[in-house]
T-cell receptor, first 113, second 113 residues
Framework: ETGVTQSPTHLIKTRGQQVTLRCSSQ?????VSWYQQALGQGPQFIFQ???????GRGNFPPRFSGLQFPNYSSELNVNALELDDSALYLC????????????FGPGTRLTVT | KQEVTQIPAALSVPEGENLVLNCSFT??????LQWFRQDPGKGLTSLLLIQSSQREQTSGRLNASLDKSSGRSTLYIAASQPGDSATYLCAGNSGGSNYKLTFGKGTLLTVNP
C-alpha cells in the first residue's frame, strides 16, 4: 500500500449539492494530482497542485476546484453536482523529480442521485 | 494530444500461462510510462515505471517494455496466478516527468484456477 490516504471512502450526494474530497499525500511528496474514473473507463486528469499552486488542468469545468495546503495535503471541491459526476475520484502524489512516479490513494466513490 | 489504447479489453487464461498485455500511444514524445493494477472498486497500484531513456523494467514475474518509435508498450506476466486477476492500466505522460498521466481503458485479466 502507498502512504496516500483519501477521505471519505464513499459519499452520496444529491444533484445540485456541493462536495469536498480530501487527500493526504505520501511523506516526502510535494505534488498532488486528482483524477476522475467513471465506471469502465480509465482515470481522467482533473488538475495538479505543486507548491500550493494549480500546475495544469484537464478538460473539466470551473465548478471543479482544488486546494493544496502547506503540508501538501489537498482538497477537491465540486459545486453544483450533476449525475455524471458520479465516479471514483483518485488522488495521486509524487515528488517533483526526474521520474515523476505517481502513487495513488484508494479513492473516494461519489454517487450523485 | 496523447491518446492511449489497450488491447485486449478483456483476457481470460488458465493458471500458469504466460501472457502479454498491450498498450499503444499516439505521442512518441512520451516521457515515461507506468503500468498499474486495479482491483474492483479500489485505487491503483503502481507496478512498473519505464522512463523514456529505458527500454524495459522487471519486477518479479512482471516485465514491461517500451518502444517509443512504434508507440507501444507491453506488460509480460509469467506463470500467471489467480491472484493476478485484476484490471491492468497503462498510462503515459508527454509533458515532462511531473505532468498529467493519460490512461488507457485497461485490460481486465481473469486467471482461472
Amino acid at each position: 500500500e502507498t502512504g496516500v490516504t483519501q477521505s471519505p471512502t464513499h459519499l452520496i450526494k444529491t444533484r445540485g449539492q456541493q462536495v469536498t474530497l480530501r487527500c493526504s499525500s505520501q511523506s516526502g511528496h510535494n505534488t498532488v494530482s486528482w483524477y476522475q474514473q467513471a465506471l469502465g473507463q480509465g482515470p481522467q486528469f482533473i488538475f495538479q497542485y505543486y507548491r500550493e499552486e494549480e500546475n495544469g488542468r484537464g478538460n473539466f469545468p470551473p465548478r471543479f476546484s482544488g486546494l493544496q495546503f502547506p503540508n501538501y495535503s489537498s482538497e477537491l471541491n465540486v459545486n453544483a453536482l450533476e449525475l455524471d459526476d458520479s465516479a471514483l475520484y483518485l488522488c495521486a502524489s509524487s515528488r517533483w523529480t526526474a521520474t515523476g512516479e505517481q502513487y495513488f490513494g484508494p479513492g473516494t466513490r461519489l454517487t450523485v442521485t | 494530444k496523447q491518446e492511449v489504447t489497450q488491447i485486449p479489453a478483456a483476457l481470460s487464461v488458465p493458471e500458469g500461462e504466460n501472457l502479454v498485455l498491450n498498450c499503444s500511444f499516439t505521442d512518441s514524445a512520451i516521457y515515461n510510462l507506468q503500468w498499474f493494477r486495479q482491483d474492483p472498486g479500489k485505487g491503483l497500484t503502481s507496478l512498473l515505471l519505464i522512463q523514456s531513456s529505458q527500454r524495459e523494467q522487471t519486477s518479479g514475474r512482471l516485465n514491461a517494455s517500451l518502444d517509443k518509435s512504434s508507440g507501444r508498450s507491453t506488460l509480460y506476466i509469467a506463470a500467471s496466478q489467480p491472484g493476478d486477476s485484476a484490471t491492468y492500466l497503462c498510462a503515459g505522460n508527454s509533458g515532462g516527468s511531473n505532468y498529467k498521466l493519460t490512461f488507457g481503458k485497461g485490460t481486465l485479466l481473469t486467471v482461472n484456477p
